[in-house]
Nanobody, 125 residues
Framework: QVQLLESGGGLVQAGGSLRLSCAAS????????MGWFRQAPGKEREFVVA????????DYVDSVKGRFTISRDNPKNTVYLQMNSLKPEDTAVYYC??????????????????WGQGTQVTVSS
């Protein structure tokens, strides 16, 4: 059983930066494709970014390209989301997710097997 714990959320002004972390325990982290999703009040959970299990490939939703960067540190069992130039529309609960071992990157929430509890990101204008 894989457990994921996000941290790093908070309140930031527009234009500011935050770095989210997602620490994994259980399983073999280096084999899992990882993703970040977000959910704003009244909206469906939205794909943000994914990284392959090797870290060699990434995929971003258009709205965050050039502003967000995903990375993973396999020895530390952690995936990061660096968020720069934040906008009020980035406000949401951010979730990290892990897919099945050695799977390709995925953008649909239903393709992920494990989820963290989420961390709130609020961007004020």
């Amino acid at each position: 059983q894989v457990q994921l714990l996000e941290s790093g959320g908070g309140l930031v002004q527009a234009g500011g930066s935050l770095r989210l972390s997602c620490a994994a325990s259980g399983g073999t982290f280096s084999t899992y494709p990882m993703g970040w999703f977000r959910q704003a009040p009244g909206k469906e959970r939205e794909f943000v970014v994914a990284v392959s299990w090797s870290g060699a490939s990434t995929d971003y939703v258009d709205s965050v390209k050039g502003r967000f960067t995903i990375s993973r540190d396999n020895p530390k069992n952690t995936v990061y989301l660096q968020m720069n130039s934040l906008k009020p529309e980035d406000t949401a609960v951010y979730y990290c997710a892990a897919g099945r071992p050695f799977a390709t990157m995925m953008i649909r929430p239903r393709d992920y097997d494990y989820w963290g509890q989420g961390t709130q990101v609020t961007v004020s204008s």
